[in-house]
């Protein structure tokens, strides 16, 4: 039940970075730096819970397996776990990061 908790987690870190996107969306001063800076900040985030997802799954099966013959391996495997997780945090971290930058446009 932990690899599954922990790859759910994964899909709070896209609803946080989607609720700031959202709110820093506006018509009249939206710029393309703006529109570019929210795609990499999706992107960022989107594709290091993609790798950790991935991670987590890879090493979840693997150390449920082990941990059926072997129950020593519990440890490792929630360590390995942790780090994998690790993962999407930094995504997390870099995309607000990216959100929060923001230029404005004016008319020449």
Partial sequence: IIP???AGVLGIYGLIVAVI??????G???SDY???????SGLAC???G???GMAIGIVGDAGVRANAQQEKLFVGMILILIFAEALGLYGLIVALILSQSSETCTAP
């Fill in 4 to 6: 599954v908790v922990m």
């Fill in 21 to 26: 996107l959202i709110q820093a969306v506006s």
């Fill in 28 to 30: 009249d001063t939206y």
């Fill in 34 to 40: 703006n529109g570019y800076a929210h795609l990499a």
């Fill in 46 to 48: 989107g594709l290091s």
């Fill in 50 to 52: 993609l790798a950790a």
